[in-house]
């Protein structure tokens, strides 16, 4: 159990709807990833944030966004969601940002679209 | 950009064998270096890290990897494979300095054990 906690575990949902993930970092960490693992794609960063500031993006379409809360949990919003969305999406945590802290990765959340 | 490849997408060995599993990155500059393993319905897990220094890692499991900079290579290895070894198994890449601090993972390789 790595301390990150995602829900919910599973999704399902039908074309052009919206979703919220949700992410609860481990405690103390500071920083939030949000990633995406797909079949296509493989695993692709999608988003950072860094006590509750946007810190960096990846390959996160504008139909999705993100946003890290006070108490430092995040949610990653999907809308108007396609087909190609249904992926699994992870949520990870570190103390601090930058690439040389130890990422904790949650159990993930599989989003279908049907 | 940063870039990893794995080149190959399944490998199996048998138990108790020893096992390599290759990872080559592109990438200008000294990187952060990564592997993680997935489980079957499990998120992922650090294995090992190599940031600077002595370029043979030690991490969790049994596993080592060594990190060759003119080979821009870093493969995991571990001398004999158990049957939970059986796994996907990613590299990645972290950019020192600035910018996104996303890690840049390779597609994975499925690690099937025989008995």
């Known amino acids: 159990d790595s301390g990150v906690t995602q829900t919910p575990k599973h999704l399902i949902t039908a074309t052009g709807q919206r979703v919220t993930l949700r992410c609860s970092p481990r405690?103390?960490?500071?920083?939030v990833y949000w990633y995406q693992q797909s079949l296509d794609q493989g695993l692709q960063f999608l988003i950072q944030?860094?006590?509750?500031?946007?810190?960096a993006k990846g390959n996160i379409l504008e139909r999705f966004s993100a946003q890290q809360f006070p108490d430092l949990h995040s949610e990653l919003n999907l809308s108007s969601l396609e087909l190609g969305d249904s992926a699994l999406y992870f949520c990870?945590?570190?103390?601090?940002?930058?690439?040389?802290?130890?990422?904790?990765f949650g159990p993930g959340t599989r989003l279908t679209v049907l | 950009a940063q870039s990893v490849t794995q080149p190959d997408i399944h490998i199996t060995v048998s138990e108790g064998a020893s096992l390599e599993l290759r990872c080559n990155y592109s990438y200008g500059a000294t990187p952060y270096l990564f592997w993680y393993v997935q489980s079957p319905g499990q998120g992922l897990q650090l294995l090992l890290k190599y940031f600077s220094g002595d370029t043979l890692v030690q991490g969790i499991k049994g596993f080592e990897a060594e990190f060759k900079r003119s080979q821009s290579s870093f493969n995991l290895r571990k001398p004999s494979v158990h049957w939970s070894d059986a796994a996907e198994y990613f590299c990645?890449?972290?950019?020192?300095?600035?910018?996104?601090?996303?890690?840049?993972f390779g597609k994975g390789t499925h690690l099937i054990i025989q008995p």
């Open positions: 990645a890449v972290g950019e020192m300095g600035g910018g996104a601090d996303g890690l840049t």
């Open positions: 405690s103390g960490d500071l920083s």
């Open positions: 944030y860094y006590n509750g500031e946007e810190r």
């Open positions: 990870a945590s570190s103390v601090r940002g930058g690439p040389g802290n130890e990422q904790f």
